[in-house]
């Protein structure tokens, strides 16, 4: 804490007369010139910090003073406070003509210290009184912290932070923190430390540097209790009627007679058995817990939620048409059955053994179909895979061939035709005005007419191959 003082000495003041004049020390010249000279006097308090200490105060002695003009004298002093803190105080000298020889003391002359780090810096002879600016004081002196702040009373595996309160590094100093001795391990260094320990400990800390200061220490008192875990390990998704899933303890410790015990449903649920694992055999989705119990010393539950997935069915039966021209395409959709999660519908086209993956899902668009083929679907996926149900799709109207005479250069030719109810078009299913024909020919050259004849429109096509 800084403070301005400002002693006015003038004619009207009177010399301090104090009864225990030997006890101030002179502590150097202050100030000295042709016309003026002044020593500072302190009187430390020696238990200026205790319950019924007194203060430190500070007084000017003017020894010479010619009277040839005024004077401000700025300056400063640095102190160590009740917190060893290391503190400054400004202040300011007004010496007038009318001055005299003598013993001052300003208004406010009084401050608590434990020690002194020095009696006057930065002295300046002034025209007036002085800026307070930042200045921070500096000290090769180094004092021990007052005490240490922080939790001191943990459970094992709990952390704390121990904070110096109060205490002063000197130049070139740092704060080293040493275990169960002054002189101990070296376990950390700053303003502050944090620890996990496992067993009550001593912690001691010290500014160390061009000199050492005396030691502050605390002690950390350790709980010796079981720490609880901190999750179950295991499957925790499975598939209906799996047994004897294996569920294992993860993290944690146990301490004394502890064991670890295990429930469902809750913390506080059914009892399920003891030990570091356990096999459970669920028949639907359950929650374990799993704890450090030692008598009435219980820790907290670590929990795992198994999911039991039922298993897949299969489709009852496949929907569609069960013929379709030559050419022509169809769309099929399954009926009946059941997905377990994750699974899927999949498609195949042909005999078992000599299965072709046709698509996925519970509908199927096919292909052109130019042949008989066999359409089958399953249930696929992490939990199970059901039996193929399938359909077969006959293809009707297939084309004639029939071979012709020769051709144009004495090449074979062939001449084919083809007609018959267009089923591509479904909204004209079943209606006799729904034809489609196909001429054609082949050989060093070929090609083909296609007509569509309906009571509408008549639509033809050719091309040449």
């Not at 002179?26 to 007194?54: A, E, H, M, R």
């Not at 007004?94 to 208004?107: D, L, M, R």
């Not at 923190?177 to 001691?204: K, Y």
Request: include cysteine; glycine fraction near 10%.
């Amino acid at each position: 804490m800084q403070n301005r003082i400002l002693l006015l000495i003038a004619y009207l003041l009177f010399p301090v007369l104090l009864s225990a004049q030997n006890k101030w020390v002179t502590k150097g010249n202050l100030y000295s010139d042709n016309y003026l000279t002044v020593d500072i006097q302190y009187l430390v308090s020696q238990d200026g910090c205790g319950p019924d200490g007194s203060p430190s105060y500070f007084r000017y002695h003017i020894k010479r003073i010619s009277g040839k003009r005024n004077y401000y004298i700025n300056w400063r002093f640095d102190f160590f406070n009740c917190q060893n803190e290391l503190k400054t105080q400004l202040n300011s000298l007004h010496i007038v003509k009318e001055s005299k020889v003598g013993f001052y003391a300003p208004e406010r002359n009084s401050f608590l210290a434990k020690r002194m780090s020095n009696y006057a810096n930065a002295i300046k002879k002034s025209e007036d009184l002085p800026e307070v600016g930042n200045y921070k004081p500096v000290s090769t002196i180094s004092m021990e912290p007052l005490t240490l702040s922080g939790n001191k009373s943990l459970t094992v595996g709990e952390s704390t932070t121990l904070t110096l309160v109060g205490g002063s590094l000197g130049t070139g100093a740092r704060w080293v923190w040493h275990e169960d001795n002054c002189d101990g391990r070296v376990i950390g260094q700053g303003a502050s430390l944090t620890l996990t320990p496992v067993r009550t400990m001593n912690v001691f800390v010290r500014a160390e540097g061009q000199q050492v200061s005396p030691c502050t220490s605390a002690e950390v008192v350790v709980k010796q209790t079981s720490l609880a875990p901190s999750a179950i390990t295991g499957k925790q998704n499975i598939c209906e009627g799996e047994k004897d899933i294996s569920l294992s303890v993860s993290g944690g410790r146990l301490f004394g007679q502890a064991k670890w015990v295990w429930y469902s449903g809750s913390c506080f649920g059914e009892k399920l058995g003891e030990g570091p694992s356990i096999n459970v055999s669920p028949t639907r989705t359950t929650s374990y817990f799993v704890r450090a119990e030692d008598g009435d010393q219980v820790s907290a539950c670590a929990n795992m939620e198994l999911t039991v997935n039922l298993k897949s069915a299969s489709a009852s039966g496949i929907e569609g048409v069960s013929m379709v021209p030559y050419g022509g395409q169809t769309s099929l959709k399954l009926t009946g059955g059941y997905l377990a999660p994750g699974a899927k519908w999949v498609w195949y086209t042909g005999k078992t053994g000599n299965l072709q993956y046709a698509g996925s899902g519970s509908t199927l668009n096919t292909d052109a179909l130019f042949a008989n083929e066999v359409f089958s679907v399953r249930a696929e996926g992490s939990c199970y895979q059901t039996q193929l149900v399938s359909k077969t799709i006959t293809v009707t109207g297939k084309p004639s061939v029939q071979a012709a005479s020769k051709g144009y250069g004495g090449k074979k030719s062939t001449f084919f035709i083809n007609a018959g109810v267009n089923f591509n078009e479904t909204a004209e299913i079943g209606k006799n005005n729904n034809y489609l024909g196909t001429v054609g020919y082949g050989g060093r050259l070929g090609g083909y007419l296609r007509a569509k004849f309906t009571a509408k429109n008549t639509k033809a096509s050719f091309q040449t191959v």
